[in-house]
């Protein structure tokens, strides 16, 4: 192809600079390292990216090597979507079971423990909080990384979380603006729709986005979604009515404003990535998110070339490049600065990097139906401080978040079980790279547990054929989205009333079972609280 940029000129180093690529590999590769020298100015990682803390924090150093104010970037909402744990699940629950505790104080202190990790490895830039609320329980994407389908709720968790990461230093970008909790399709595959008026999108999908703001939201991630109250025409990505005139002019935001990912299908599919980038940037967009699929040089010339070209041919003007790559190199010196560093002493974070016991308190599960909160007892952890505290805030959190419902006559598990995971389809946001379950933790605590993984119209046969005579611990993810899975259950329950079961992900059906727990998440956190509870531990 033809290359239209020199890599040394204004305009070629204003159009990287608004790039955000990934590559792969656990090191950076010469081609990025030298992208870093001609102006590109942040980096995404994903989980193929990362082996280990000490491999992070190597990789991080080397790309600082090239240019010492590096964004560097990375989807770690903990929860299901982890890039730091990508291997072994989340020491962190995700936003939904934050939500379902609902105190403000342990979503600060938990944004705040990640946050620490994040900087800990060199990571400036955090691709979370979802500020979506949830209200379409259908919702393919969103579910458990959403705080919840009450509003004022989200509102009050997002600010939290935004002041909890932004206190470690690491810059918060709130997403998905202006809203993906009320789809039915999953934007990584085709162009979502919502059909809600203006006084609905208002009083419901905007307020976590004013109260991200109001918290000092250093980013926020557009959404690729149609909204035709806001634009008939434009998705909001590349809609300038919504990222200038209502984000930035309406709400007045002034932060970066950051793409989800343009390889997506909603923009791939339907504008192509090169166009795609050049009218998310028209429309008040300042930096691209590409890289989870598309991960290479290639790449990276063909977004700046397309950019280099529409300023040339007229159809960007190279004062909004120029714009938008200077907010860019804005919140690269933010996280470079001291200014980033001195607000890490807040939301009861410590020199060391332990946490503070009073900023959460251990308390029982929320009871269900006729069972109480934690059968034997909830354990009596605190948060403390030291070297293990930062992971033992997201078990804390995982503990409080459990809702437990169970017969009158249930006693806790003292012999080693069967674990049928009824598995859905993973979305891409989640992955299916991430183990999830309790399998791994029940185990630990049942020495002899064994476990399966079954889908679709025979699972419950199957299931009770590998069960035998061992009890069954059923474990689903969103019971209520799939007829499938409802319908292996119903078989399950039928041939052993005594199953157990986890509901890992929004728990929308009604509890049932000798022993229900709803998890709010798929974290490995809310596996081993959950497994801490069949076992009576």
Not at 118 to 133: E, H, K, Q, R, T
Not at 382 to 410: F, I, K, M, Q
Not at 460 to 476: H, I, N
Request: proline residues 5%; glycine residues 12%; hydrophobic residues 45%.
């Amino acid at each position: 192809m033809t290359t239209l940029a020199s890599g040394t000129d204004t305009l070629t180093r204003d159009a990287l600079a608004v790039l955000q690529p990934g590559f792969t590999g656990t090191s950076a590769p010469d081609w990025l390292l030298r992208r870093l020298g001609e102006g590109l100015a942040s980096v995404g990682l994903f989980g193929r990216n990362i082996a280990s803390p000490e491999q992070l924090a190597a990789l991080t150093a080397q790309l600082r090597t090239e240019r010492d104010d590096v964004l560097v970037a990375i989807d770690e909402e903990g929860g299901d979507v982890t890039r730091l744990e990508v291997r072994t699940g989340s020491s962190y629950p995700g936003n939904h079971a934050l939500g379902a505790v609902d105190d403000v104080a342990l979503t600060t202190e938990v944004a705040a423990s990640l946050g620490r990790r994040l900087a800990a490895c060199g990571v400036n830039l955090n691709w979370a909080p979802s500020a979506d609320v949830n209200s379409n329980a259908s919702n393919p994407v969103i579910g458990v990384r959403s705080f919840g389908s009450e509003t004022d709720l989200v509102a009050r968790h997002t600010a939290a979380y935004v002041t909890g990461l932004q206190s470690a230093g690491v810059a918060a970008c709130t997403k998905h603006f202006p809203g993906h909790g009320d789809t039915a399709v999953d934007s990584h595959h085709a162009l979502p729709r919502i059909d809600a008026d203006l006084s609905v999108l208002s009083a419901r999908e905007l307020v976590p986005f004013r109260a991200a703001i109001a918290a000092g939201t250093r980013a926020v991630m557009s959404a690729h979604i149609l909204v035709p109250a806001l634009d008939p025409d434009h998705p909001a990505t590349l809609s300038r009515r919504i990222l200038t005139g209502l984000l930035r002019e309406e709400l007045g935001y002034d932060g970066l404003i950051v793409t989800d990912g343009m390889e997506m299908q909603a923009i791939a599919a339907t504008y192509g990535i090169e166009r795609g980038s050049v009218l998310a940037i028209a429309a008040g967009a300042d930096a691209i998110c590409v890289g989870g699929g598309l991960a290479d040089d290639d790449t990276v010339r063909r977004l700046r070339d397309a950019l280099v070209a529409a300023v040339r041919a007229g159809e960007l003007p190279e004062e909004r490049l120029a714009d938008a790559a200077a907010r860019v190199r804005a919140l690269a010196r933010w996280t470079a600065s001291g200014t980033a560093a001195a607000t890490a002493g807040g939301a009861g974070s410590s020199a060391d990097g332990g946490s503070v016991g009073s900023a959460v308190s251990v308390g029982s599960a929320t009871a269900g139906g006729n069972g109480t909160g934690r059968p034997g007892g909830a354990p009596g952890a605190g948060t403390g401080g030291g070297p293990d505290s930062a992971v033992e805030v997201g078990l804390v959190a995982a503990r409080r978040a459990l809702t437990v419902t169970h017969s009158d006559t249930y006693a806790p598990l003292s012999d080693a079980p069967y674990v049928a995971a009824l598995t859905p389809v993973a979305n891409i946001a989640v992955g299916d790279e991430t183990p999830w379950g309790v399998a791994a933790e029940l185990s630990r605590l049942l020495p002899g547990t064994e476990t399966g993984s079954f889908t679709g119209e025979n699972a419950a046969a199957a299931a009770l054929a590998a069960a035998g005579r061992r009890r069954v611990v059923a474990v689903v993810r969103d019971e209520h989205r799939h007829p499938w899975m409802a319908a292996a259950l119903d078989t399950l329950l039928a041939a052993r009333p005594d199953t157990i079961v986890v509901e890992m992900g929004i728990p929308q059906a009604p509890p049932r079972g000798a022993l229900h727990i709803a998890t709010h998440g798929a974290a490995r956190v809310c596996g081993r609280a959950a497994a801490e509870v069949i076992a009576g531990n």
